[in-house]
């Protein structure tokens, strides 16, 4: 092997060399790219995690309120002996005007109010609710 034979085969080796580190450039570059487009996409998502985050935690606030006030009701419901009164309509229509008016004071102590005020509160959490699932379903990454 001559100096000329040497001389193009290190010519040959050097164009290679240059060729794979184009190539090795190349891929740093789309591996870079790949790298940011990444960090970008988790940085849109973090503040939708937030929000989700906090209204989770508003929910958690008023689902407590509403069981709550369902105890309350479920409790005066309770107290207020609704089959007992029942059974003993016939016998106080029998004695006097004066037992029927006691029995209908019973019924109107049924708290309608707190009963309507539980209703509500349900409806307002059930809303939300509706409205972060929706939300869920439209992140593409939960699908």
Do not use: H, W, Y
């Not at 001389?7 to 794979?20: D, G, P, T």
């Not at 970008?40 to 998502?45: P, T």
């Not at 609704?82 to 019973?106: C, F, N, P, R, Y």
Request: hydrophobic content about 50%; aromatic content about 2%.
């Amino acid at each position: 092997m001559d100096n000329t034979q040497i001389l193009q085969q290190l010519a040959e080796s050097s164009r290679k060399q240059v060729r794979f580190a184009r190539i090795q450039c190349i891929f740093t570059i789309v591996a870079a790219a790949a790298c940011l487009l990444l960090l970008f996409s988790v940085s849109r998502v973090i503040p939708q995690v937030q929000a989700l985050a906090d209204q989770i935690s508003s929910l958690s606030t008023q689902a407590e309120t509403v069981l709550a006030n369902l105890e309350t009701v479920t409790q005066e419901l309770a107290q207020a002996d609704i089959g007992g009164m029942v059974s003993s309509v016939d016998s106080l229509a029998q004695t006097s005007q004066g037992g029927i008016q006691q029995a209908l004071e019973k019924v109107n102590a049924i708290n309608i109010e707190s009963l309507n005020k539980a209703i509500e509160d349900l409806a307002k959490v059930v809303s939300p609710l509706a409205n972060l699932v929706q939300k869920l379903e439209s992140i593409p990454f939960l699908k």
